[in-house]
C-alpha cells in the first residue's frame, strides 16, 4: 500500500518511523545490535549513491545548459539575476537572525560551558579567509577537482568549457556535445531509481540522527535552538512564500507540493549537495521550468545560496558574543552580517559545514578566544536537527530562485 503513495509522503512516513527507531536504539546500547547497523548501513549507502552521482550530474547539466543557451548575452544575464537574487534572499535571511538575536538575546545568561560539556573541537577547521574561498573556485587540475568532489571548482571548470564550446568549431562542437548529453541523460536515469530509494535511506538516516543525539543538551542549549528554529519558520513560511506570490501570482503552497520531495530529503540528508540531483528533478519536472534554467541555477545555488546558513551565521555569533557576556556594537554588528553573507557563500553544502564557518564570521570581530571554541564545540553538540532545517530552507531558496529566474525569463511555470 505504501508504494501507492506519493514519494514524498513516502519519505515523511520512514522518517517518522526512523524517529521511533532511533528514540528507542537512543535509550538501550545500540552499538552492538546488528539490526541497528543495518539500519544506519541503508542510510550511508543512500546517501553514498546520490553523492556518486553529483559530481557527473553538475558537470553535464552546467555544461548542456550553458551551451543550449543560443543568445550569448542570455548567460550574463542569467548569471547577473541569478546572483542577484540568492545575495538577496541570503542577506534578508541574515537581517532575520540578527533581529531576533538582538531582540530575544539567547545567549545572555546562557550556561557556562562546563555545564554544557566541551566537545572536541579540534576536528573543527576552516578556511583561513574569504579571498581564499574565491581563489579555490579556480581549480588548477579540473579532472582533479572532478576526482575529489570540489564542487565549486567543477562549477567554475563546466561553466567556462560550456561557455567555450559555442566559440569552437561546429563539427567538433556537435561530437563533444553529444557524448556529454548522452552521460547527462544516463546519469539522470540513475539520478531517477536512486531517488526511489530515497524512503529506505532516509529510515536509515532518521534511525542514525535520532539514536545519537541526547536530548538533555538541547535544554540547555534552548533558548539558542528557539532562535534559530524561530527564524527559519519566519524565512520558509513567510518570506519565500511571499516571494512566490509576488513574482509568480501563484499559491505557495503549489511551489512547495512541487519541490516537497526535495525538502524532506534535504531535511534527512543534511546536505544541499547531496540533495541536488532531487532538486534538480523536482524543479524539472513539477515547477516545470526549463532544462537550460535548471542546469544554470541549481547547481550554483546548491554551493553558493544558504539562507538558512546564512542566518545561522549571524544568529550563532550574536549567541557566541552575548553567551561571553562581549556587547557587539552596530559597526561590528555590520561585519557579522557581511561574514555572515560571504561564510555562507563558502560554506560546502555538506552536513554541518556552516558550523565550521561560524569561525570565519567570529574571527572577523575579533572573536578568537580558546572559550569561543568551546561554545563552538558545544553547538555541534545539537546542529543535527538544525542543520537539517536550515538545508531545506537552503534548497527551498534554490528552487523558489529557480522559478523566479523562470519565470523572468517569460517561461511557463506550474
Ligand atoms: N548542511 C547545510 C547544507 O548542505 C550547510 C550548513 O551546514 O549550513 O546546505
Known amino acids: 500500500m505504501i508504494k501507492k503513495l506519493e514519494l514524498h509522503w513516502q519519505i515523511i512516513i520512514c522518517m517518522v518511523f526512523g524517529t521511533v527507531l532511533g528514540s528507542y536504539f537512543n535509550q ?30 553538475i558537470f553535464t547539466s552546467i555544461i548542456i545548459g550553458i551551451s543550449s543557451i543560443k543568445d550569448q548575452s542570455k548567460i550574463g544575464r542569467l548569471g547577473l539575476k541569478t546572483f542577484v537574487y540568492y545575495m538577496c534572499t541570503s542577506l534578508f535571511a541574515i537581517l532575520i537572525g540578527l533581529t531576533l538575536a538582538n531582540v530575544i538575546q539567547p545567549g545572555v ?15 573543527l577547521s576552516t578556511s583561513n579567509s574569504i579571498l581564499d574561498i574565491l581563489k579555490r573556485m579556480i581549480p588548477t587540475n579540473p579532472i582533479g577537482a572532478l576526482a575529489k568532489g570540489d564542487i565549486l571548482g567543477v562549477i567554475f571548470f563546466a561553466l567556462f568549457f560550456g561557455v567555450m564550446m559555442n566559440f569552437s568549431p561546429s563539427d567538433s562542437r556537435s561530437t563533444i556535445k553529444n557524448i556529454i548529453k548522452s552521460i547527462y541523460d544516463i546519469i539522470l536515469k540513475m539520478t531517477q531509481v536512486i531517488i526511489k530509494c530515497a524512503p529506505i535511506g532516509v529510515l536509515g538516516l ?27 519558520s519566519i524565512h520558509l513560511f513567510i518570506v519565500l512564500p511571499l516571494i512566490i506570490f509576488i513574482f509568480m501570482r501563484v499559491n505557495p503552497i503549489i511551489h512547495f507540493k512541487a519541490i516537497a520531495t526535495a525538502m524532506v530529503t534535504a531535511f534527512s540528508t543534511s546536505s544541499s549537495s547531496a540533495t541536488l540531483p532531487v532538486t534538480m528533478k523536482c524543479v524539472n519536472e513539477n515547477v516545470k521550468a526549463s532544462n537550460e534554467t535548471t542546469s544554470f541555477v541549481l547547481p550554483m545555488g546548491a554551493t553558493i545560496n ?6 545561522y551565521e549571524c544568529a550563532g555569533v550574536l549567541f557566541i558574543a552575548q553567551a561571553l557576556g562581549i556587547q557587539l556594537d552596530a559597526g561590528q554588528q555590520f561585519i557579522v552580517v557581511i561574514t555572515a553573507l560571504l561564510a555562507s557563500v563558502g560554506a560546502a553544502g555538506i552536513p554541518s559545514a556552516g558550523l565550521v564557518m561560524l569561525f570565519i564570521v567570529t574571527d572577523a570581530v575579533g572573536l578568537k578566544s580558546d572559550a569561543v571554541a568551546l561554545w563552538v564545540g558545544s553547538m555541534l553538540a545539537i546542529d543535527r536537527p538544525l542543520d537539517m532545517f536550515r538545508t531545506m530552507v537552503n534548497i527551498t531558496s534554490d528552487s523558489v530562485g529557480a522559478a523566479v529566474i523562470a519565470k523572468s525569463e517569460g517561461e511557463k511555470l506550474y
Do not use: C, H, W
Open 109 to 123: 545568561g546562557a550556561v557556562t560551558i562546563d555545564q554544557v560539556g566541551a566537545f572536541d573541537t579540534s576536528k
Open 28 to 57: 538501550i546500547n545500540f552499538t552492538n545490535n546488528g539490526l541497528y547497523t543495518f539500519i544506519i548501513l541503508l542510510g550511508d549507502i543512500f546517501v553514498r549513491l546520490l553523492k556518486m552521482v553529483i559530481v557527473p550530474l
Open 306 to 311: 544558504m539562507d538558512g546558513t546564512a542566518l
Open 206 to 232: 532518521m534511525t542514525k540522527t535520532v539514536s545519537n543525539t541526547g536530548l538533555s543538551i538541547f535544554k540547555e542549549l534552548g533558548m539558542y535552538a528557539l532562535t534559530i528554529g524561530l527564524g527559519l
